[in-house]
């Protein structure tokens, strides 16, 4: 049975950086919890407690919490109201929709000195005769029940009837627990009948049945193979229809049983996949022959860059932003890159051998990408293979000055190539936008004509 785990209670206390001793308020409403027990020992300064919509049967292990004002337990499998005397600031308790049909039991409350509200609707005992003025005759501290206000003449008049009211609900009670007692004989019945066609069926599967004629074999056989074939799911259909149709009680046993019954069928239907899962053949990475594959399991979009300036390659990934970083395995190969993205392998034939030493990856801050810098194996200085190639269109005076002179000098480029930009143009724009005095124009361009030819490098200007 599953019960509070420090793990999901861990989960729960995220709105208190997940510290549960010190925790006030927690949800644990809709986690199939069919045992109430630990939280009085963790989560000892508890206020507020969720437990709504699970299987617990049982009101335990919270009479520690001192400071608990508001507990939840509507939707579960409770049946009598009990262990809450030493939750001495206890306001409200909802109890909707749960098995209570010992009313008598609410007498416990009577500790509870500051319990205003009370909600027991949807439960047997709300159904007997005088239920209302029972409660309210008994529990004096109360302000509301079933949302429902309490009026002072309500009261007086429960009060003066009490006696008699109490005796017609001792009566209602006996009936009800009578009748529970049966339908716990009935639930074990089933459960035990449930338990001796499952073990039927598997000695059957199994080959331990009665003998049986060969035609009656034959039969077998072929059904047997038609359920191979769809999976048994037509007898599963079978069982599926007969469960949900079967007419049950409510109580708090057939919660239980079709709370197992979607377990078990929820278990194989996993057990199914896993085995499909398992079942799939293993990436084909290299060959047999021990040829390297491209492979892009994980269908990502990549891009390989080919970074000649500074000899080395770039593969850009685009893994996913919110991706964890370990969950990316990077391995560089002389001849290949490998990535696992969550265990889905990335494989990447470079065109070209690389170190894989002195190669690094990192992520993208802004996209979230995976970049891995690869420095090639043949090591190129392209810088120098550039100075050749400018070298081959220069003047060989120049060069030959430098040889004499050993200086080593900046490389002149071929005049002829190169081409002052012409000032003159300038100005003829300008003329035509006809900005500024034409007369003046003309002279202003003989000037720069002027300087051009006049030019003299006066080092202190």
Same mark, same amino acid.
């Given at each position: 049975s599953l019960s509070v785990t420090e793990d999901l209670v861990r989960r729960?206390?995220?709105h208190n950086n997940c510290e549960i001793f010190s925790l006030e308020e927690i949800s644990l409403h809709q986690q199939e919890i069919e045992k109430l027990e630990y939280l009085d020992k963790w989560?000892?300064?508890l206020k507020i407690l969720y437990l709504q919509n699970n299987l617990i049967p049982k009101i335990e292990n919270v009479?520690?919490?001192?400071?608990?004002?508001?507990l939840n337990v509507a939707l579960n499998n409770i049946e009598r109201i009990e262990n809450l005397e030493g939750c001495e600031e206890l306001k409200k308790l909802d109890l909707t929709a749960n098995f209570i049909g010992e009313l008598s039991s609410i007498e416990s409350l009577k500790h509870n000195i500051h319990l205003k509200e009370l909600f027991l609707v949807g439960n047997p005992c709300t159904e007997f005769e005088g239920y209302r003025q029972f409660v309210v005759a008994t529990l004096h501290q109360l302000k509301y029940l079933d949302s429902k206000e309490i009026e002072r003449s309500e009261r007086i008049k429960a009060l003066q009837d009490y006696p008699e009211v109490?005796?017609?609900?001792?009566?209602?009670?006996?009936?009800?627990?009578?009748?529970?007692?049966? @339908?716990?004989?009935?639930a074990q019945r089933r459960m035990q009948e449930r338990k001796d066609k499952k073990q039927n069926q598997m000695e059957s599967n199994l080959g331990?049945?009665?003998?049986?004629?060969?035609?009656?074999?034959?039969?077998?056989?072929? @059904?047997g193979d038609g359920e191979q074939?769809?999976?048994g799911t037509v007898a599963d259909d079978e069982e599926d229809r007969r469960f949900w149709e079967e007419p049950t009680p409510y109580t708090p046993e057939s919660r239980l049983e079709t709370h197992r019954y979607i377990e078990e069928k929820r278990r194989a239907k996993d057990n199914v996949r896993e085995s499909k899962n398992s079942e799939k053949p293993p990436w084909t990475l290299v060959?047999?022959?021990?040829?390297?594959?491209?492979?892009?399991?994980?269908?990502?979009?990549?891009?390989?860059?080919d970074d000649e300036e500074n000899n080395q390659f770039i593969l850009e990934l685009a893994v996913y932003r919110y991706l964890d970083t370990s969950l990316l395995d990077v391995d560089v190969q002389p001849t290949y890159i490998r990535v696992l993205v969550k265990g889905k392998p990335f494989q990447f034939v470079l065109?070209?051998?690389v170190k894989p030493d002195s190669s690094s990856a990192k992520r993208s801050q802004t996209t979230g990408h995976l970049v891995v810098t690869m420095p090639k194996a043949k090591e190129i200085i392209l810088a120098k293979q550039k100075v050749s190639a400018s070298v081959k269109h220069s003047d060989c005076n120049t060069l030959q000055k430098n040889a004499e002179s050993g200086k080593v000098e900046k490389l002149e480029v071929d005049p002829s190539k190169y081409s002052f930009p012409d000032v003159t143009k300038i100005i003829q724009e300008k003329e035509r936008t006809g900005q500024g005095p034409i007369k003046l124009q003309p002279e202003r361009i003989t000037d720069v004509k002027k300087s051009c030819v006049d030019f003299e490098n006066d080092e202190d200007v």
């Open positions: 729960r206390a995220e989560c000892r300064d009479s520690k919490l001192k400071k608990l004002e508001y109490k005796q017609k609900i001792r009566e209602q009670e006996q009936v009800y627990l009578l009748k529970r007692a049966r @339908e716990k004989e009935e331990f049945d009665s003998p049986e004629s060969p035609q009656e074999k034959e039969n077998h056989q072929a @059904e074939e769809t999976g060959t047999a022959e021990g040829k390297v594959l491209n492979v892009n399991v994980p269908k990502l979009h990549f891009s390989l860059k065109p070209e051998e």
